[in-house]
């Protein structure tokens, strides 16, 4: 889990790159934008970075598209449409530009990325929606680039903005109501940073330190080796 300073859709260039070059290889990835708007714009810059790579083949096809775009101005039809292909581990589409729209229920085991761009509404949808990602069991990644932090749980996203301590202690400990409940704060107690032998970078190193969030991953031991 990782969280960006800025929210420009320049910022997207690695996942451009990615489509370009990957295409139908792509990480299956699901952008969440906290309006329509947001997401008109975000899906406007990849089609316009990316022109025929766009699309499979580099056929200017709309059925072929590797990227789509999905809120509640979109037409059932095309709703059904990117959620049929979506589910299909070979599916065309690689990346899902989307409002709350693309709701619970959806079921789509191999997302490797969740991305929330902008403001948040709340902590337990932001966990919801991190949960899309990795339910095959593989790893996956989240992302949030920030904007403004307001609303019920702005301490708690002010937190995770500024980076200053492990983003999954952050979050579980908004969801700790009982004193008793500690089970999962106390697993990331015990964790310990690996032995960095052999030059190993944290972009190779999948310890339980590198494999948490941004935060936790600069702890790591490992990271000297980057320096």
Wanted: charged share 20%; with cysteine.
């Amino acid at each position: 889990m990782r969280c960006r300073a800025t929210n420009t859709p320049e910022q997207l260039e690695w996942l451009a790159v990615e489509v370009d070059t990957q295409q139908e290889n792509c990480e299956k990835t699901l952008i969440f934008g906290a309006s329509i708007n947001s997401v008109s714009e975000i899906y406007t810059w990849l089609m316009g970075r990316l022109r025929q790579q766009a699309y499979r083949d580099g056929v200017a096809n709309p059925r072929q598209s590797l990227i789509s775009m999905f809120h509640a101005h979109v037409s059932p039809e095309l709703q059904q449409h990117i959620l049929t292909v979506f589910r299909q581990k070979n599916s065309t589409i690689r990346v899902i530009v989307c409002t709350i729209a693309f709701g619970m229920g959806v079921e789509v085991p191999d997302v490797r990325r969740v991305v929330h761009w902008g403001r948040v509404k709340s902590v337990l949808s932001f966990w919801q929606q991190v949960g899309r990602c990795g339910r095959d069991g593989l790893p996956a990644q989240a992302m949030w680039y920030p904007s403004s932090v307001t609303g019920d749980d702005r301490e708690v996203f002010q937190h995770m903005k500024n980076g200053s301590k492990c983003v999954r202690r952050t979050i579980l400990e908004a969801f700790v109501l009982q004193p008793g409940d500690t089970e999962q704060l106390d697993q990331l107690d015990a964790r310990q940073p690996c032995a960095a032998a052999g030059g190993r970078q944290c972009a190779q190193c999948a310890c339980s330190l590198c494999s948490c969030c941004s935060y936790c991953r600069a702890q790591c031991s490992c990271s000297a080796s980057e320096e």
